[in-house]
């Protein structure tokens, strides 16, 4: 993300840019940062959490893989409500912070990277809501499918449907290669040294490659549903994952996601410490 200390160093830029960095500079701005960071902090608890479910999968569990369920299991911690409460005000903070780079800061590319990802943090913010307050919603596949049945219906609904396929599978591809060629770098301030800093590394790797094959997936299941324009093909990460459970050596690849996404899970925690903000 942008740095937002730029806006207020000189003490008092003027515009709506310069209204959030100073919004930021201050000690609310301060409290806003430290809200946000904590997102990913709860990202991260979320991958780990998913990335246990999933592997709990390729050994026949009958778990449900998606963020709806990891956030159902964290809410059936010891804490309970309480840390689904905590999720949602963390998760909004960075949704937020999101929305207001998307709108302020960047060029045009970058601001809509920032504004989906603000717009994917505060979905989590309402599932969280909807959790702590009994309202259990379904699951990442019914509302897959859900939403394709809607826009199959639409005038050049199967256009639509193949068209938002090939941008998660893109999104995917992006996800690949940011892990391969270690671009997530660039979303810190600082790399932390020694043997620390190549752990975070490596999770980032290994993480954001495996998020990548999962998203793939889901965008390949959205472009058969759109070819075939039966909405009960589109899936989540849920049907993802199962779909790569029918593959040859399908439990190992179920595995090595799953481990993938709880690398994803520690590289969210360093990311909450050294976040580029």
Do not use: C
Not at 20 to 44: F, P, Q
Not at 93 to 98: E, R, S, T, V
């Amino acid at each position: 993300m942008t740095s937002s200390t730029s806006g207020s160093a000189g003490g008092g830029t003027s515009g709506p840019s310069g209204g959030v960095d100073a919004a930021r500079g201050g000690r609310s701005g301060d409290a806003w940062e430290k809200a946000a960071r904590a997102g990913y902090a709860v990202s991260g608890a979320l991958h780990l959490v998913l990335g246990f479910l999933i592997v709990s999968i390729a050994f026949g569990s009958g778990a449900e893989a998606d963020q709806s369920s990891a956030l159902g299991t964290l809410g059936h911690s010891p804490l309970g409500a309480g840390v689904l409460w905590l999720a949602a005000v963390a998760f909004l903070a960075l949704g937020g912070w999101q929305v207001a780079d998307a709108v302020h800061h960047g060029e045009p590319a970058d601001r809509a990277k920032a504004a989906g990802r603000g717009a994917m943090y505060l979905v989590l913010a309402f599932v969280s809501v909807s959790l702590a307050l009994g309202s259990g919603g379904s699951n990442g596949d019914g509302q897959a499918q859900g939403f394709a049945g809607a826009l199959v219906q639409a005038p050049a609904g199967r256009l639509l449907v193949g068209a938002i396929g090939l941008g998660i599978l893109a999104g995917g591809a992006y996800h690949v290669v940011k892990g391969a060629r270690k671009t997530f770098l660039e979303d810190l301030q600082a790399t932390p040294g020694g043997q620390l800093g190549r752990g975070v590394r490596a999770m980032g790797t290994v993480g954001y490659i495996a998020k990548g094959v999962a998203l793939a997936v889901v965008g390949v299941l959205f472009v058969v549903a759109a070819a075939t324009a039966d909405p009960e093909q589109a899936q989540g990460i849920d049907g993802a994952i199962d779909s790569l459970l029918g593959l040859p050596g399908g439990p190992a690849i179920v595995v090595a996601v799953g481990v993938g996404f709880a690398a994803y899970g520690v590289y969210s925690f360093a990311r909450a410490r050294y976040a580029r903000m």
